[in-house]
C-alpha cells in the first residue's frame, strides 16, 4: 500500500483491480435485477426502457449524479454503493474530500488522500465531478478559525492555488465560495461572518473567484448557497440577499460563471415551488449557469409509517423537480447523497438519536440500495422536462 498525506493509505493497484472486480460484480448484479425491481414500498420503479436517472437526465442534457463520501466503499455495503453511482450518476460531487478541515487538519498537514482516492473512483467510473467547496467560513478547523487576517487572507490564496494545481485537469467545475449568506451574523450584505471575511470583508469572495480562474482557466467557477427555497421570510431574504450579491460580483467583473442552489428542502417549511422557480430564473438572466446542487427532502414531519413518508417525499421531489426543471439555465442536477443511510441527515439522527427507531427517508434509494417512490418520481421528472 503507498501511503500519501498524513498517513492516509491509497490502494495499490492491484488492491483497486479487487475492488473494481467486486465494483463490477455489484453492478453486473444491480443492473440484472433492474427490469423485475420493485421499490421499498412495492411501487414499480423502472421507467420506460428501464432507464438510470443519469440515463434519463443524460438524454435532456442535464448532467445528473449525487455528492459522494469515499469512506462509504470501505463500509460492508461499499460495493453496492459504488455500483448504484455507476448505474445511476453522470457525475459524483465531492461531500468531503476536498473540504479545508479534511485537506488541511492541522497547519501542518496537507492531505490528498481522500480526494486523490474520489478522482481515481471517477475514472474508474467514468463520472464528472465536481469539487466542493474550495472556501467556506463554516466548518473550520480551529487553527484556520485563530488564523488573523493576512495569515487567512494567505491561506486563502495559497489554498486555492494548490488545490487547483492538483486536480484541475481532473475535476472541471468548482463551489469556489460555499454559503456566503448569514443574515444571522448582522453583516452588511447579509454576509456570514468568519476568518476569510474577517480579513477581506466581503472582496474575500471576487478575490477566491480571481485566484480560482488565474489558476484553472478552464475551469466552470460557482457559488453555492443553501436555504433559498422557502415560502417564508427566511427563504426570501436569503434569495434577496443572493440575488444582491451575485449582481455585486457581476458588476465588478468576478470571474462567477455559476451559481449552486443547494434545495435541501424540509417537510416543515412552506414551498411555492413555481415562486421559486421564476427566482431561478432571475438568476440566470444575470447570465449565470445554475445547478440544483444538494438536494435531499428532511421527512421529519412527515407520517412515522415508511410507506406513507416515501409518498409523501417522492411528491415533494414530483412538485420541485416539475417547477425547476423546465428553467433552460438548470445544468446539473445533484442529490446530496443517493441512498438514505449515507444522508448527513441519517447520521446527524444516529448521533444525535442513537436509540431511535425511525431514521430518516431523504433520497431516492433505501438502505439496502432499493428504488423508492422517490426514485420513480425524480425518474418521471426527467422523463417529461424539455430538453437542454
Ligand atoms: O467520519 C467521522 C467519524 O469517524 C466520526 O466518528 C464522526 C464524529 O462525529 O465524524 C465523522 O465525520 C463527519 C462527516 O460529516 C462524515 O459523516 C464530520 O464530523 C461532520 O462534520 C461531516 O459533516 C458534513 C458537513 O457538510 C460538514 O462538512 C456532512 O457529512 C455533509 O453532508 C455536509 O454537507 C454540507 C455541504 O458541505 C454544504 N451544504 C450543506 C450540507 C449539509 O450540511
Known amino acids: 500500500m ?21 465494483a463490477g460484480a455489484a453492478s453486473l448484479l444491480a443492473a440484472v435485477a433492474l427490469p423485475a425491481e420493485r421499490t421499498a414500498a412495492g411501487v414499480a420503479a423502472v421507467p ?12 435532456k442534457g442535464l448532467l445528473f449524479g449525487a455528492s459522494f463520501a469515499t ?53 474508474e467510473h467514468g463520472l464528472a465531478l465536481h469539487g466542493h467547496n474550495l472556501i467556506w467560513n463554516d466548518a473550520l478547523p480551529d487553527w484556520i478559525r485563530r488564523l488573523g487576517p493576512d495569515e487567512a487572507a494567505f491561506l486563502m490564496d495559497t489554498h486555492i492555488t494548490t488545490v487547483l494545481e492538483r486536480y484541475r485537469a481532473d475535476i472541471p467545475t468548482w463551489d469556489v465560495v460555499n454559503e456566503p449568506i448569514a443574515p444571522w451574523d448582522r453583516l452588511p450584505g447579509n454576509l456570514r461572518g468568519g476568518v476569510f471575511y474577517a480579513a477581506l470583508g466581503e472582496g474575500y469572495i471576487a478575490e477566491s473567484f480571481r485566484v480560482a480562474r488565474r489558476v484553472a482557466p478552464q475551469a466552470r467557477l460557482f457559488l ?40 435541501h428542502l424540509d417537510s416543515r417549511r412552506p414551498y411555492d415551488f413555481p415562486r421559486f422557480a421564476a427566482f431561478v430564473e432571475e438568476l440566470a438572466a444575470e447570465g449565470f449557469e445554475i445547478a440544483i446542487s444538494e438536494l435531499d427532502v428532511n421527512d421529519v414531519a412527515f407520517p412515522a409509517d415508511p410507506a406513507e413518508r416515501d409518498r409523501k417525499v417522492a411528491d415533494v421531489y414530483r412538485r420541485f423537480l416539475a417547477a425547476v426543471l423546465p428553467v433552460k439555465a438548470v445544468r446539473r442536477l445533484t442529490l446530496w447523497q443517493i441512498a438514505d443511510h449515507t444522508s448527513w441527515m441519517y447520521y446527524d439522527d444516529v448521533r444525535l438519536h442513537p436509540k431511535a427507531l425511525r431514521r430518516p427517508r431523504p433520497l431516492p434509494f433505501d438502505e439496502r440500495f432499493r428504488r423508492k ?12 422536462m424539455p430538453p437542454r
Open 373 to 384: 417512490a422517490a426514485w420513480s418520481a425524480i425518474a418521471e421528472a426527467l422523463d417529461a
Open 224 to 263: 453555492n448557497e443553501a436555504q433559498t427555497e422557502s415560502d417564508d421570510e427566511n427563504g426570501a431574504v436569503f434569495r434577496a440577499s443572493l440575488l444582491a450579491l451575485a449582481k455585486r460580483l457581476k458588476a465588478e467583473g468576478a470571474p462567477v460563471d455559476g451559481i449552486g442552489l443547494e434545495c
Open 71 to 123: 469512506h462509504e466503499l470501505d463500509k460492508p455495503y461499499g460495493a453496492s454503493y459504488a455500483a448504484t453511482y455507476a448505474r445511476e450518476a453522470r457525475m459524483v460531487t465531492s461531500e468531503l474530500e476536498l473540504k479545508l478541515y479534511t485537506m488541511r487538519p492541522k497547519a501542518t498537514a496537507l492531505d490528498f488522500g481522500p480526494a486523490d482516492r474520489l478522482v481515481l473512483f471517477a475514472r
Open 48 to 59: 420506460a426502457g428501464g432507464l438510470s436517472l443519469g440515463e434519463l437526465a443524460a438524454a
Open 2 to 22: 503507498r501511503r500519501s498525506g498524513a498517513g492516509m493509505t491509497r490502494p495499490a493497484p492491484c488492491e483497486i483491480d479487487r475492488r473494481r472486480l467486486l
